[in-house]
């Protein structure tokens, strides 16, 4: 009975269990902070085709208020892209079609004295007047 009764594992794979128990919690952090980055990067280009959809609907229908020929339909249609030119909504990369579009449609319907205020980023758009305040 001297001999052995239990059998003995041999070193390597002690060490291996050792270093599979100590890397686990780390492997699984490293795995839950890589889903959370694709999770947000995600988010990001949902949240840039979401402005990108909202623009161009914005876009289309001020374009539709000044082609329809009325005179609140285009002072409408230009104002909305005029301020859409302004605001955070419009994506950089789509500036220049709506900087084409807008210079097109208001100097054909309005005349070029209303279209030179557009590329002035400083101008503020007020509407309504102070004489019905």
Not at 19 to 35: D, E, N, Q, R, Y
Not at 63 to 84: M, N, Y
């Amino acid at each position: 009975m001297d001999g052995e009764l239990y059998p003995v594992i041999p070193t390597w794979i002690a060490v291996i269990g050792v270093v599979a128990t100590v890397l686990s919690p780390f492997l699984a952090l490293g795995g839950v902070m890589l889903g959370a980055y694709l999770t947000r990067k995600s988010d990001r280009e949902l949240d840039v085709w979401r402005h990108r959809e909202e623009t161009m609907r914005m876009v289309r229908w001020a374009v539709e208020q000044i082609l329809e020929g009325t005179d609140a339909g285009t002072d409408a249609g230009v104002v909305t892209l005029r301020s859409l030119m302004r605001s955070e909504l419009l994506q950089p990369e789509d500036y220049d079609l709506v900087a084409a579009l807008t210079a097109s449609v208001a100097i054909d319907r309005v005349g070029q004295a209303a279209y030179a205020d557009i590329a002035q980023t400083d101008t503020e758009v007020v509407e309504g007047d102070s004489a019905h305040g």
